[in-house]
T-cell receptor, first 112, second 112 residues
């Protein structure tokens, strides 16, 4: 069974540029999560989807971050414009309802 | 709100040594508790979990017991190997099903 797929694995951009991350969850998982992981810290939830609906986006900085999960499968997380402080690893995870979360390898973003 | 506190690292052990990584939590109700492991360049992998008080989770020689009286979920392994070198995260999933809170991680290095 394929795991959670994320792309790209690495991204380097200049500040003020836009960037997008893509996630394909495990087949059949209706719940999808985007986390932010800063160096030396644990993941922090940005947004959680139940199917197509964002049920918890309270930690998503909505002035520059946006996310979508069309058709309740793949998801895209976007930052526009990126700031230096956005440099981090962005993790996607999926689960079947509130069961165990399975994580992708993450996208490491560097903003110069 | 919910919180998880882990023993600060890094932890360096010799092969075959005994491992303990302390984890305590604060949460309302009866959370589920988890240990995740993250190898370099990879996403988090579920190591073990426990869903109610006095449950013991175990996997790959690692164990942790859900202690509600001390709000703890300490990770132990009787004999570590070099391949156990990784970052270990303690996490809880609270009564708001699907929302997980992670500790900051403990880096373990095992030397031959």
């Amino acid at each position: 069974e394929a795991g959670v797929v994320q792309s790209p694995r690495y991204k380097i951009i200049e500040k003020k540029q836009p960037v997008a991350f893509w996630c394909n969850p495990i087949s059949g998982h209706n719940t999808l999560y985007w986390y932010l992981q800063n160096l030396g810290q644990g993941p922090e939830l940005l947004i959680r989807y139940e199917n197509e609906e964002a049920v918890d986006d309270s930690q998503l900085p909505k002035d520059r971050f946006s996310a979508e999960r069309l058709k309740g499968v793949d998801s895209t997380l976007k930052i526009q414009p990126a700031e230096l402080g956005d440099s981090a690893v962005y993790l996607c995870a999926s689960s079947f309802s509130a069961d165990t979360q399975y994580f992708g390898p993450g996208t490491r973003l560097t903003v110069l | 709100g919910d919180s998880v506190t882990q023993m600060e690292g890094p932890v360096t052990l010799s092969e075959e040594a005994f491992l303990t990584i302390n984890c305590t939590y604060t949460a309302t109700g009866y959370p589920s508790l988890f240990w995740y492991v993250q190898y370099p360049g990879e996403g988090l992998q579920l190591l073990l979990k426990a869903t109610k008080a006095d449950d013991k989770g175990s996997n790959k020689g690692f164990e942790a017991t859900y202690r509600k009286e001390t709000t703890s979920f300490h990770l132990e392994k009787g004999s570590v190997q070099v391949s156990d070198s990784a970052v270990y995260f303690c996490a809880l999933r609270g009564t708001n099903a699907g929302k997980s809170t992670f500790g900051d991680g403990t880096t373990l290095t095992v030397k031959p």
